[in-house]
């Protein structure tokens, strides 16, 4: 079994670095090479960049941008936003980026994914879902950042992202997005265990404690967080940050197989 992870997930806006909360107010927080220099000193696990204008412009992925974040970074990456043709996947690849985020692409046309899974292999492409709950309190899965809902159970799209065969899911909580308050962690169990895949979960992180939960008691395989790792206090001052590894050594001593 792969040992648990847990990854920054930093959102891009041009050239810069935002941090959101419900998938609106975004707040610049800094310049993405710096960020990622500070980072590789504290030996992330795995680090993800997704541009969170590039599907909704409809524009391609920033090419030179991202060859400058990947030139930097010591760690596995993975990069989503505007990704809608084979060519883009292996531009990013040959660009020094390990995986491939396939988010709105994936509710449009599920079978570019197939296609991009059949040329590059399903450990490259991470299927990507945004979910949030509707009236009723039942998750559903949105698109157009989080505001139109699509009448796609959570758990449902989550097992049909897997019979398309990408290799992990990375699943967003607009809700908790940037609460810092903790996961929701009885749909990260659901899907969890309706999948045989990896999954990412974010949305919601504010403690270690949080990370803990999320991968021992909701059997993620992987904590993903965002406004964890940039803001420090209650006034959320900028402040790049990644917890110590005997820490992160304990939670994952906890995993059961």
Do not use: W
């Not at 975004?26 to 969170?52: C, Q, R, S």
């Not at 945004?130 to 139109?148: A, R, W």
């Amino acid at each position: 079994m792969a040992l648990p992870r847990v990854i920054p997930i930093l959102l891009l806006r041009n050239k810069g670095l935002v941090k959101s909360i419900r998938f609106k107010d975004h707040k610049y927080i800094g310049d993405p090479i710096n960020t990622v220099k500070i980072l590789n000193e504290k030996e992330v696990d795995e680090l993800a960049f997704i541009d969170i204008d590039a599907s909704r412009e409809n524009r391609e992925p920033n090419y030179q941008l991202l060859s400058e974040i990947a030139s930097e970074c010591f760690m596995p990456l993975a990069y989503g936003g505007g990704v809608s043709s084979l060519k883009q996947i292996r531009i990013l690849i040959q660009s020094g980026i390990e995986k491939i985020i396939i988010n709105h692409h994936a509710l449009v046309n599920p079978g570019f994914v197939k296609s991009a899974i059949d040329a590059f292999g399903s450990s490259t492409i991470v299927g990507a879902m945004d979910i949030k709950k509707n009236f009723f309190g039942s998750y559903q899965v949105y698109t157009h950042v989080g505001t139109k809902s699509l009448s796609k159970d959570a758990v449902t799209y989550a097992e049909s992202l897997e019979a398309l065969g990408v290799g992990e899911l990375l699943v967003n909580n607009v809700d908790l997005d940037g609460m810092m308050s903790g996961y929701d962690l009885s749909i990260v169990k659901k899907i969890a265990e309706a999948v045989d895949i990896p999954v990412i979960a974010c949305g919601g992180a504010g403690t270690v404690d949080d990370i803990d939960r999320v991968i021992n008691q909701a059997n993620a395989s992987a904590a993903g967080a965002g406004s964890m790792f940039v803001y420090r206090g209650k006034h959320r001052a900028v402040l790049i940050t990644y917890p110590e590894y005997k820490i992160l050594n304990e939670i994952f001593r906890k995993k059961k197989p």
